[in-house]
């Protein structure tokens, strides 16, 4: 009962800073400074719970005040902290719940048996390459017996390529818009070709069979 009351009581704050400070928490990070680095993880692990600003915007805008180093740094924390809430909520706090999500998404049962067979390699995989819902590969983490070690290395090794190139990006933006609309638009493009394979692959196989 305590772990219920102490998850809606998390979830009500992070709603309530996420969608009612959200312009004031952007306004805070533009400025710069110490503060801002915290502000800036805070709402990076408020976005992994709701979207209120696009993550690819809020890690470009966050490169380009901090620079790709530090902006990388920033980013990447506030995205594990957020990733390692969503684990822990769904594992011990809303657990009912979480397993009535994952009905809207049938086909995970698939993942879940990669999942059982080799929990880093299947993580780092749909963190690399977002084929499922990266919530959902919270949810389903949360939910089954994976060690939270093994869930916390292997999402921060699969997150940071995508954080280094959107941080890079943000911080060439003022120089260089081309670069940076390049970068974008070639990881975005690289996304959905191999997303597109592996559909393609998968259609294939049940053609076959």
Do not use: H
């Amino acid at each position: 009962m305590f772990k219920r009351f102490l998850s809606i009581s998390l979830l009500i704050m992070v709603i309530a800073i996420g969608f009612l400070q959200k312009d004031e928490l952007l306004t805070l990070i533009k400025d710069g400074g110490i503060l801002s680095i915290f502000i800036s993880m805070l709402l990076v692990a408020i976005c992994v719970f709701f979207p209120v600003i696009p993550f690819p915007v809020l890690a470009g805008v966050i490169g380009g005040v901090f620079g790709t180093t530090l902006g990388v740094i920033v980013s990447l924390t506030g995205a594990m902290a957020g990733t390692m809430g969503f684990f822990f909520l769904s594992r011990y706090g809303f657990r009912d719940y979480a397993q009535s999500k994952l009905l809207k998404y049938p086909k995970v049962q698939e993942y879940e048996e990669f999942l059982n067979r080799n929990s880093f390699v299947a993580i780092l995989i749909c963190r690399l390459i977002p084929i499922i819902p990266a919530p959902v590969v919270n949810i389903i983490c949360g939910l089954s017996k994976v060690n939270w070690l093994t869930f916390f290395t292997s999402s921060t090794i699969g997150k940071t390529p995508n954080i280094l190139i959107l941080s890079y990006a943000g911080a060439s933006f003022s120089s260089n818009r081309l670069l940076s609309f390049g970068l974008y638009g070639g990881y975005i493009l690289l996304i959905l070709i191999i997303n597109f394979i592996i559909m393609y692959r998968k259609m294939a196989k049940k053609t076959g069979d």
